[in-house]
């Protein structure tokens, strides 16, 4: 029976988002809105593009010291989004299993988030884009939850449409939240930000 892959230390965060200013403020850059909160708190002042991916790299505080992460925010839209991603991989000599990709959930409620470590794809297209790049679904998943379609309003045009006034508060302070559980992954590991 094949071993059952186990998470490691995270070597980098990686958000989902579409490239682009039209798609900046909307549900689906839920990715991008985690990492880039990350930077601030990080003090990450510098992104420069590596791989197909804009990155930035920081120091966080974990139980061995002070190690490096590496925040990614890959350049194509986000159901090509693996293709970025394994090259920076290759680039670093990371596995899978170093990896927390941040997308968005429409079956979380929103402002819920959680982490969890392989699984499925849930039709989630940039998820399905990363597994078939790795070759595998074994990596961390930071789940930011944005709720359902109200109506009959179709999943993509929720998901794109541009966040305003109090709707855009709430969005960048659930992206607080992640960055929050993102660090906890980070500087206590996966299964401590699962079972939190």
């Given amino acids: 029976m ?7 230390d995270i070597r980098i965060i990686c958000g989902l988002g579409n490239p682009g200013p039209e798609y900046a403020r909307t549900r689906h850059n839920a990715g991008f809105a985690t990492v880039d909160a990350l930077a601030e708190r990080l003090g990450a002042r510098y992104w420069k593009s590596e791989a197909g991916c804009m990155v930035a790299r920081c120091s966080v505080r974990a139980p061995e010291g002070t190690r490096e992460v590496l925040l990614a925010k890959p350049q194509d839209y986000m159901n090509t989004s693996g293709g970025p991603l394994s090259k920076l991989l290759r680039q670093e000599k990371a596995s899978a ?4 990709v941040v997308h968005d959930e429409v079956d979380l409620a929103a402002g819920t988030v959680n982490v969890k470590f392989g699984g499925g794809l849930n039709a989630h297209n940039g998820l399905r884009s990363i597994a078939n790049k790795l070759g595998t679904r074994d990596f961390a998943r930071l789940r930011f ?11 993509a045009d929720y ?12 969005f960048e302070l659930e992206a607080q939240d992640a960055a929050s559980l993102a660090e906890l992954a980070v500087e206590r590991g996966v299964q401590a930000a699962i079972d939190r």
């Fill in 97 to 100: 299993q170093e990896v927390l």
């Fill in 159 to 170: 998901v794109l449409r541009t966040l305003k006034g109090s709707y855009l508060q709430e």
């Fill in 2 to 8: 094949a071993q059952q892959a186990r998470p490691k």
């Fill in 145 to 155: 939850g944005v709720g359902r379609p109200p109506g009959k309003m179709q999943v």
